[in-house]
């Protein structure tokens, strides 16, 4: 039997029980899920494990290399992506023929495909949702220095994230990675999208024989002006006068409330001289929040998921009064114990396997608050919690 040669990021599976000798397409279902899909040009298939399921993706060896290289490189630079954890060559078969490399990613859990999304058309009322998630993402990934090349409907992988939606890139294929891009490389890709966006969507008309209508072809244009308005809001330099340093506090403290870190802060003269300064901040990745939650609680979310749950965090600490560095770290530690863990167990229990029970936290959160909101007082998490259960679990209001 010819060998492969393996390559896998520890803490995964060795894959070596799969038949690397046959092509995936040939493998044996019963070891196989079946899950939904973008459109894509790839043999690709989900393989489950204990722990995890895997997606198994066979290319060139190539481009395999390339994939495997630039999903790394993305995850460096924490970059909203799927996680790489592996690549297989096939040496007795010829470098640039199909399945002679493959990739292998960890299946991102509560995602789902723009099919999925999309009911009446034009991703009917998550339609916002969904655009302001894309301009996210690709201003996450240009501040990265992460070229796409082709962004589009089915490359992306779609979660709910609190109130909003998120996406995550899923094909690395056609990315390059620079410091910086040039406003000519960003313009290129966002023409890119609005093309891909607009097959997508005629693609998806087609498939439905329902008539494509010009917005839905237009969505594309609609993600780049909301990337651009972002982007201007994340990356104009500011000029302040020499007695104003606190508006950097306040710049920084809204590009964190926006899920940016803050990983520089320049300041030089003004271009009228020494009496005013001008910021230019350099930002980084979008998981402000999620870190931070990570970091305190060891608990994993979505960046909004993350700041939702934060506040949980902060309204426990603010009632049981804890304010040295110390306590802090302690109190948290107990209400992930007594508060978040035990909740969560019973969320999950409510919402069966196919749930997503932390973003059934926030939803759950969400209740509390309005409820407090409407009685005008705080209602004890117990009582809020049954409520949210009798009212059908509702989740956020759509704009
Ligand atoms: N790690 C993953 N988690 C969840 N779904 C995945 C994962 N990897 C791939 N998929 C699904 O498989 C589909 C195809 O993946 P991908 O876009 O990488 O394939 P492709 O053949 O390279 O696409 P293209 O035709 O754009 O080159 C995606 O749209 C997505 O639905
Ligand atoms: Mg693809």
Known sequence: MPTPKLNIRSGHPDFLDLDWSRSVTEWDPDRLVDLPTG??????????????????????????????????????????????????????????????GAVITRYLDYTFSYRELIEGGGFGPRRNQMLDAFANLLVELHLLGAFWGDCSLSNVLYRYDAEALQVTMVDAETVSLHDRLTEGQRTEDLHLMIENVAGGMADIAASQDIEVDAGDLALGDDIALRYEGLWHELTRDEEIRRDETYKIHDRVERLNAMGFEVEDVEIVPGAEGESRLRLRLKVGGRRFHAHRLYELARVEATERQARQILSDLHYHHAKQGTDSPAGKAVA????????????????????????????????????????AEQAGRDIETEEAFEDWLVSGRPGYPLS
């Open 39 to 100: 459109i894509h040009r790839h043999e690709i298939v989900f393989v489950p494990y204990l722990r995890d399921i895997y997606a198994v993706k066979e290319m060139s060896l190539e481009l395999a290399r390339h994939e495997w290289q630039m999903l790394r490189g993305l995850r460096d630079r924490d970059a909203s992506v799927v996680e790489p954890v592996g690549i297989v060559e096939r040496p007795w078969i010829p470098p640039d023929e199909e399945g002679a």
């Open 332 to 371: 948290a530690v107990q209400w992930r114990v007594n508060v978040f863990e035990p909740l969560l167990v019973r969320i999950e229990q409510a919402m069966g396997p196919s749930g997503n029970p932390v973003q059934g936290y926030a939803d759950f959160l969400h209740h509390r608050y309005l409820l």
